[in-house]
């Protein structure tokens, strides 16, 4: 799983909760480089999160 954000806010949050996302969503990995054929763009308070899925 990658996610990925320029906002630094939520590039932080996204490294302080590594762990707990990775256990919620059951992702082996969870880095920052996004494949930008399969992506999914999201929107955290008004902010760009984007994040895209590989199977393991």
Do not use: P
């Not at 996302?21 to 760009?48: F, H, M």
């Amino acid at each position: 799983m990658s996610i990925s954000s320029d906002d630094s806010e939520i590039s932080q949050a996204i490294d302080a909760f590594a762990d707990v996302i990775k256990s919620e969503t059951l992702a082996v990995e969870l880095n920052s480089v996004v494949n930008e054929s399969e992506k999914y763009d999201a929107k955290i308070e008004g902010k760009l999160v984007e994040i895209s899925l590989k199977k393991a």
